[in-house]
């Protein structure tokens, strides 16, 4: 079940949200800040340990720490593409972070996910694109998948809600 909610990311009680990351993991602007202000220092103290064992995530990635004070189980960090005109396989670099959540979130055996819409802040991803790719990697992947039984694909604004609840219902 796939669900458009509009919103702080951070006040949601699922097993796990997922962060549109960076790929040093040591936090950023955008919901990366806000989650890492929300959550306090254990999900960052997490991105460290990571951080020496691999050092940091590569874009299309995805990693797993605790959620700290957040009411989330865990944080996923994934990295988004920086949209550059789409010359830079961007489109499947932003399926291969949902894919990688996904997957990430299935293997943790977490069963309800909230997503932001990765890309579309800073990294410029144009909003109408990446909502198609977020329902449609998800839906290909609900198909398949046992394990997840809620996804919530969170938008901090109005325009990005309509855009995502349009995508839905194609
Ligand atoms: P990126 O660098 O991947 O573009 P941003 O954090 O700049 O990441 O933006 C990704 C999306 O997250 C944007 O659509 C932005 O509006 C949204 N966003 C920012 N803060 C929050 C929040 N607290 N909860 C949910 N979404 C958020």
């Excluded at 949902?98 to 819409?117: D, G, H, Q, R, V």
């Amino acid at each position: 079940m796939i669900e458009v909610q509009k919103g702080d990311i951070t006040k949601i009680k699922v097993d796990a949200i997922v962060n549109a990351a960076n790929t040093s993991l040591l936090g950023g602007g955008g919901v990366d800040g806000a989650i890492h202000r929300a959550g306090g220092n254990e999900i960052l103290e997490d991105c460290r340990k990571i951080i020496l064992k691999q050092g940091g995530c590569k874009v299309g990635e995805a990693v797993i720490t605790t959620a700290g004070k957040l009411p989330a189980k865990y944080v996923i960090h994934t990295v988004g593409p920086v949209w550059n005109s789409g010359m830079k396989n961007e489109e499947i670099k932003l399926k291969n972070c949902y894919l990688n959540s996904l997957n990430l979130a299935a293997e943790n055996n977490c069963k309800t996910i909230a997503f932001p819409s990765i890309s579309t802040g800073i990294y410029r991803f144009p909003k109408d694109k990446a909502a198609t790719i977020a329902v449609e990697t998800i839906k290909d992947f609900l198909k398949e998948d046992e394990i997840i039984e809620k996804i919530i694909l969170v938008s901090f604004d109005d325009e990005n809600y309509r855009i995502i609840k349009l995508a839905l219902d194609k």
